[in-house]
Structure formats: structure tokens, C-alpha cells
């Protein structure tokens, strides 16, 4: 069974930064899609950016230039780094997988496994 725990969510001002991470257990993420996700309160859950087997990566418009993901196969990890980082970046911050190699399509319903979320929270 796959397991994911993402880590160092906070509080940090405007313009600050973060770097999440996302153990995963249970399976290898080399042959997984990978993404990261979040929800405000009141609002949908919205895909954040996606890297897929290749390492191929895709970002939504609004952190394209300020968020980074990336993995590493032999730790089974996924992170987010995240710069300058706005009050409007304030959520709940879940990372996702799917074992599909090449899921392009940042959709919450396009994956399957699902960590728990962790806060992040940007002051003005």
C-alpha cells in the first residue's frame, strides 16, 4: 500500500520560502506521475505542478518562475521548493501520485495516492 507524508509546511512573510517534501513508502516513484496540489479555504483543490516519469515538469500559470518541483528516485521523495512566495500562495498543500508514467493532465481526479496535506501560510 502507498503511503505519502509531506513535510515542511509553515509561516513565513511575503516573499519568503519553502521547500516541501513527500516520502513516499510502499512503492518506487520511478515509474510514478507526481504533483503537487492545494486547497484554501473555501476553494477547490487546484494542481500546483506535475513531473512525470521523465522528469518532464508542468506548472500552473500563477507559480510558474517561482515554484520548483522535483524528486529524487533513490529516496522516493518529492519536493516543492517555493519562492517568493505571496499571501495569495496560503493553503493546504497535499502531494499526489499516480502509476501512470506520463499523466500530463493536472486534475485532482487523475490521481490516486494522496499524503495527508500540510499548512502553508504567507503573511502580508
Known amino acids: 500500500q502507498v503511503h505519502m507524508l509531506e513535510s515542511g509546511g509553515g509561516s513565513v512573510p511575503a516573499g519568503g520560502s519553502l521547500r516541501l517534501s513527500c516520502a513516499v513508502s510502499g512503492a518506487s516513484i520511478r515509474e510514478f506521475s507526481m504533483a503537487w496540489f492545494r486547497q484554501a479555504p473555501g476553494k477547490e483543490r487546484e494542481g500546483v505542478a506535475l513531473?512525470?516519469?521523465?522528469?518532464?515538469?508542468i506548472y500552473v500559470d500563477s507559480v510558474r518562475g517561482r515554484f520548483t518541483i522535483s524528486r529524487d528516485t533513490a529516496r522516493d521523495t518529492l519536493y516543492l521548493q517555493m519562492d517568493s512566495l505571496k499571501p495569495e500562495d496560503t493553503a493546504t498543500y497535499y502531494c499526489a501520485a499516480v502509476d501512470r508514467p506520463y499523466e500530463r493532465i493536472l486534475s485532482p481526479a487523475n490521481f490516486d495516492y494522496w499524503g495527508q496535506g500540510t499548512q502553508v501560510t504567507v503573511s502580508s
Open positions: 513531473i512525470v516519469s521523465s522528469g518532464s515538469r
